[in-house]
């Protein structure tokens, strides 16, 4: 395999000359495999125009060794995947691109094109997200499967949530250096002097040594009880939009970006929860009962054409005499018996019989199926949050084995 890279490389040395002085080198060996000057400068162009980094020689100089650490790992998650027999197929790379080009908001089978266009070679982009593909599927083979969280675990975490329930919630992405990394306090610190909100993900697609927390902002949500006390402090001084400074705990180095923050209600066992939207038209005082009947009518005839919290809010927006909206998820203790009623076997995205209240005359919907056992709904939120916390902590403890046992030359950059 080397033999055979080696010949490439001489072949492409010669047609580089005839157009261009440039030099091919070999600046890192990873067991058989070589790492050339090529490949890190385009790693490295292809990071800074994800980033949405200036093409300054400064940044590049700062950055150059942290592509090449990335690279490094890269090389190893392969080989690893080769040494398992794990491999991914061209159909996943594409639909992995594509599912890249969706969250940037990109159309279909553009990203390698304009990638094309910035000089930045298809195999560059390809390659990253193959190893991240194997890489997974690794996970998946030597770690997830074999993850597991008590239940004394959960129980305690659930408890005392329970204790703390009215905390704040906040909304985090993360970009995490592992202190296994070499120089990992200079890695984040670099990292961090180049950052803003606009190429926080970015950065942390191609820096981040733990989970990425995507831009699915929903997925992101953690309360504070559950957090490290050194990341709670640095969070809890921050305003939605604001990065921390690096912080340290005892597995390496964080950049937090807070989305979004809220206070969470007081829990309480064994709640029925409804997550409902309504649409709300108001008769005056008078109760016209000629309004009542339109309106109830009228609801009726929305039924077979609005399906979905989605549609509702469409139509609120769209006709002046609609209100409402969303009301978010609320106890049942809370509703009036008259909403009970009209929401009893009500299908999810359906809009419920009129109700005649002294405000008007009311649809209601669910946006989610009801919450009978919020304790079992609670619980396996937890389960997640925790067995993810032991997958990093593993993948990490994984590579690091790998490279303990790998035969690594760097060469002068």
């Known amino acids: 395999m080397l033999c055979f ?30 790492i050339t000057n090529i490949d890190l400068e385009n790693r490295l162009k292809m990071a800074m125009y994800a980033s949405n980094l200036p093409n300054d020689q400064e940044i590049k100089e700062r950055l150059r060794p942290r592509v090449l650490d990335s690279l490094i790992d890269e090389s190893l998650k392969i080989q690893e995947a080769n040494r398992l027999g794990v491999f991914v197929t061209n159909k996943e790379v594409i639909e992995h691109v594509n599912r890249l080009e969706k969250r940037l908001n990109m159309e279909m089978n553009s990203l390698l094109d304009i990638y094309k266009k910035e000089e930045i070679p298809e195999i560059t982009i390809l390659n990253q997200i193959r190893s991240q593909l194997l890489w997974e599927k690794i996970l998946y083979g030597i770690v997830i499967k074999n993850i597991t969280v008590s239940e004394k675990n959960i129980i305690e975490t659930y408890n005392m949530i329970l204790q703390k329930s009215g905390e704040v919630e906040y909304n985090l992405s993360e ?58 402090d640095g969070v809890s001084k921050l305003n939605v939009g604001q990065i921390s400074l690096p912080i340290k705990t005892s597995a390496g180095y964080h950049l937090i970006l807070l989305n979004d923050k809220r206070q969470t209600k007081k829990i309480k066992e064994n709640q029925t929860i409804y997550d409902l939207s309504q649409i709300l038209f108001k008769i005056n005082a008078q109760k016209n009962k000629d309004s009542e009947e339109y309106y109830k009518r009228f609801l009726s005839s929305l039924r077979d054409i609005v399906v979905g919290c989605n549609d509702l809010k469409k139509l609120i927006d769209e006709i002046p005499e609609g209100y409402g909206g969303k009301l978010g998820k609320i106890d049942s203790k809370s509703i009036e018996k ?25 649809g209601l919907m669910l946006c989610s199926p009801v919450v009978n056992n919020t304790y079992a709904e609670f619980k396996n939120s937890i389960e997640v949050r925790l067995r993810n916390k032991k997958i990093d902590s593993a993948a990490q403890s994984l590579l690091s084995r790998i490279k303990r046992k790998a035969l690594i030359e760097l060469y002068r950059l």
């Open 175 to 232: 970009i995490f250096i592992s202190i296994n990394n070499l120089e990992a306090e200079q890695r984040i610190n670099s990292i961090y002097s180049r950052i803003n909100t606009q190429n926080f993900l970015p950065l942390a697609e191609q820096f981040s040594d733990g989970v990425v927390l995507s831009g699915n902002f929903e997925n992101n949500w953690v309360r504070e009880s559950l957090l490290e006390p050194s990341i709670k």
């Open 5 to 34: 890279r080696l010949i490439i490389l001489i072949i492409l040395f010669h047609s580089c000359l005839s157009t261009k002085d440039f030099e091919i080198k070999i600046i890192a060996k990873v067991n058989n495999d070589i």
């Open 338 to 362: 008259s909403f009970l009623n009209v929401l009893e076997n009500l299908p999810v995205g359906i809009l419920s019989d009129a109700v005649i209240t002294n405000d008007g005359v009311h």
